[in-house]
């Protein structure tokens, strides 16, 4: 845990907040979902999370060169049982599986720091054929399970969540810690902007005092998705890409 480290760049009130964590999953759904919100809603960059392990790349957006791992985050503005103020961490490459628990530790250490209120991870499954994308949830106290019945979204009774979101679930479960997962079904052989959008559907029942319009997602998708594509290409050349973590596994 030494060598990761969180810096920040900007001192923010995030009492009461919202913490979406998006790291890349089947499909890339929040990966896009993570850039829809931090772009719909203006969010601006307070820090980043850094480690000598993560892929030597930056990823530049708006021309600016960042690290592989950003946070970012907007004005306070919360009312109600859910956060209207986000806290968004992102990345477009999955750190090495090794760092996964203690960069998962270091994650909820600084949200307890910070007082953020829920830490919501996005997550996609598999899906064959074209049937339409369902969504679901996972919940580790019974005031989430209560939110996901509220909000009418269907919780996982049995299966395997793979990566961060199973290592933020178990230990938010261990540590009693306010913890979401929301999970797109998604293909696994391209970026697929249009279950990111179920997703995106999903959160903004979670968030009832901020509109989060799924419409443009939908519209742009292709776009999306080709962006995505050269992006991941562009980067294969100059920097090693990681381990694949193994597929999730649902019911």
């Not at 369902?134 to 996901?148: N, Q, V």
């Not at 562009?234 to 973590?245: V, W």
């Amino acid at each position: 845990m030494d060598d990761i480290q969180i810096q920040e760049e900007k001192t923010v009130d995030l009492t009461d907040s919202m913490l979406v964590v998006a790291f890349p999953t089947v499909g890339l759904v929040s990966t896009i979902v993570g850039q829809y919100v931090i772009d719909s809603f203006k969010l601006e960059k307070i820090g980043v999370i850094t480690s000598r392990y993560f892929m030597p790349a930056a990823v530049i957006h708006n021309a600016v060169p960042s690290p592989p791992v950003r946070i970012y985050a907007g004005q306070k503005v919360c009312a109600g049982e859910t956060c209207n103020q986000l806290v968004v961490i992102i990345s477009e490459f999955m750190p090495p599986a090794d760092l996964i628990q203690p960069l998962v530790d270091t994650i909820l250490d600084w949200a307890k720091e910070k007082r953020c209120k829920i830490i919501l991870t996005l997550e996609g499954m598999h899906i064959t054929g074209d049937k339409p994308p369902r969504t679901f949830g996972l919940a580790t106290t019974d005031k989430m399970k209560a939110l996901l019945k509220q909000y009418a979204i269907d919780e996982i009774k049995e299966g395997m969540i793979a990566g961060d979101s199973g290592v933020l679930l178990y230990r938010g479960a261990q540590l009693q810690r306010d913890v979401l997962c929301l999970i797109a079904e998604a293909h696994a052989s391209y970026p697929d902007s249009r279950a990111a959008g179920k997703l995106l559907e999903a959160l903004d029942k979670l968030l009832p005092g901020m509109k989060i319009d799924p419409e443009p997602l939908y519209k742009q998708a292709s776009e999306i998705e080709q962006r995505i594509r050269s992006f991941i290409s562009a980067s294969k050349p100059t920097a090693p890409q990681a381990p694949p973590i193994p597929s999730s596994m649902y019911e």
